[in-house]
């Protein structure tokens, strides 16, 4: 199946700094890539998806790009909030039914 | 409500004992997904549901664990004769159901303690 790593596990950043998460993936049949964000006590919450055909898609502060040869995706925050504090998924699909998330990333805003 | 509703938030259990969750998934939404949460990792796939049907449920770990939808909107996840290792959250998600629609909405979970 397919396997998804996340890195880093743990980010501080400084208020209105930039945050960078990426991820890899495996399989090379997935097309479908979303991101979400998980705050505590919640379940997780879509923040922005991008698919196969698309290698870069932007909606204000966050974008996502995508590089298929290297099989790996970013997640870009910039201008960071400290309600941007959370813990985000990165995630690959194939059929768009089954979903592999990544281990998660603990972004901390310091004020 | 508007969103995905699990219950119970919270459920303690001894080993040994049956166990049940509930998930009640938006209106309309004919795909349902069960993950499993334990700490500090992403959540697990366990089953997915078109309908009725369990269209996938590859992610079980083992044969204590099923989950029903038999109207084809609430469904249950059964787990059986509980281990200190089932303990975790357990997501449960819903979407309209077309392929590559995308979009997940999650519930908050129900957290599963095994004492």
């Known amino acids: 199946g397919e396997n998804v790593e996340q890195h880093p596990s743990t980010l501080s950043v400084q208020e209105g700094d930039s945050a960078v998460i990426k991820c890899t993936y495996s399989?090379?049949?997935?097309?479908?890539f979303p991101w979400y964000k998980q705050e505590l006590g919640k379940g997780p919450q879509l923040i922005i998806d991008i698919r196969s055909n698309v290698g870069e898609k932007k909606d204000q502060r966050i974008a996502v790009t995508l590089n298929k040869t290297a099989k790996h995706f970013s997640l870009h925050i910039t201008e960071t909030q400290p309600e941007d504090s959370a813990v985000y998924f990165c995630?690959?699909?194939?059929?768009?039914?089954?979903?592999?998330f990544g281990t998660g990333t603990s972004l901390t805003v310091i004020p | 409500g508007a969103g995905v509703s699990q219950t119970p938030s919270n459920k303690v259990t001894e080993k040994g004992k049956y166990v049940e969750l509930r998930c009640d998934p938006i209106?309309?939404?004919?795909?349902l997904y069960w993950y499993r949460q334990s700490l500090g990792q992403g959540p697990e796939f366990l089953i997915y549901?078109?309908?009725?049907?369990?269209?996938?449920d590859s992610g079980l770990p083992n044969d204590r664990f099923f989950a029903v939808r038999p109207e084809g909107s609430v469904s249950t996840l059964k787990i059986q004769r509980t281990e200190r290792g089932d303990s975790a959250v357990y997501l449960c998600?819903?979407?309209?159901?077309?392929?590559?629609?995308?979009?997940?909405?999650f519930g908050e979970g129900s957290r599963l303690t095994v004492l």
């Open positions: 995630a690959a699909s194939i059929t768009g039914n089954q979903f592999y």
């Open positions: 998600a819903s979407s309209r159901g077309t392929a590559n629609t995308g979009e997940l909405f």
């Open positions: 549901f078109q309908g009725t049907g369990a269209a996938d």
């Open positions: 399989d090379s049949a997935s097309n479908y």
């Open positions: 209106s309309g939404h004919t795909a």
